[in-house]
């Protein structure tokens, strides 16, 4: 019996990237949380707010910026490491097709009833493209106001402390939102958890990518820049 084929979606660069982004972003956000009891900082100490005192804040503390520095970095390590991927992605996210637009209707249905089919997508589809935008946007208002709050402190007035402080927590509410529905497709969902293998083997199922990027495999195909597999790496014979 023929074994399914794989197709590349994602090299070891991107991944590593993908992970490092992750992983900061997760620590971030749990332990930005804790934060969010004190939003004024000259305030009174309320709630989960006294885990903010002494060493075990201090603690808090290092671990959020250390994830900081890795959230910063991140996106500037793909550049630097995956140019052409950068600006070749970068290319298609700007660029929203009568496709793309057509996936918010049909897609909702396909995915929750199995009926219809989502129209053809290019290597992101829209929904993807929506949650790289938020997590851009988000990702310029954390390091922006992030990098004030941690490094400017005290040379900048009240009010843009405050408005920084603002700029974090609105980053924080919309991007909480887009990284649970993606966590929620990547890990749990039936069909598109199948993308999970993409950001550990870089390779998906060629029926599954036809399905949900037929638009991109057509186009590696016809290029003959398509990189197939009968197995993904470390799944046997390749």
């Known amino acids: ?14 991944i590593f990237v993908h992970w490092l982004f992750g992983i900061s972003w997760l620590v971030l956000a749990l332990t930005g949380a804790l934060f969010l009891w004190r939003p004024d900082p000259h305030g009174t100490v309320t709630g989960l707010g006294v885990y ?13 910026r250390v994830a900081a520095v890795g959230l910063m970095l ?6 630097v490491l995956e140019p ?15 496709n793309d637009l057509r996936f918010f209707v049909t897609g909702p249905v396909f995915y929750t009833t199995g009926k219809g089919h989502v129209p053809p997508q290019g290597r992101y589809n829209g929904g993807h493209k929506l949650n790289y935008w ?31 402080l603002l700029i974090h927590s609105l980053s924080f509410f919309v991007g909480v939102p887009m990284a649970l529905i993606h966590l929620y497709l ?15 083997s870089g390779y998906v199922k060629l029926s599954y990518a036809r399905m949900e990027h037929r638009q991109w495999v057509e186009e590696e195909l016809a290029r003959g820049t398509a990189e197939l597999r009968e197995a993904p790496p470390g799944a046997g014979a390749a």
Request: proline share 2%; charged share 15%; hydrophobic share 50%.
């Open 52 to 64: 903010l005192q002494g060493s075990v804040g201090q603690t808090l503390r290092t671990v959020h």
């Open 74 to 79: 991140a996106p500037l390590l793909y550049i």
């Open 134 to 164: 938020i997590v851009i946007l988000t990702w310029i208002g954390f390091v922006v106001s992030g990098t004030v709050m941690w490094l400017l402190r005290g040379a900048v007035s009240v009010q843009t402390f405050r408005l920084m």
């Open 186 to 200: 990547t890990l749990l969902h039936p069909f598109t958890r199948q993308a999970l293998s993409a950001v550990i």
């Open 84 to 98: 052409r991927g950068f600006f070749r992605d970068l290319k298609e996210l700007v660029t929203i097709t009568r």
């Open 1 to 14: 019996m023929a074994r399914e084929a794989w197709i590349r979606k994602f090299t070891g660069r991107q």
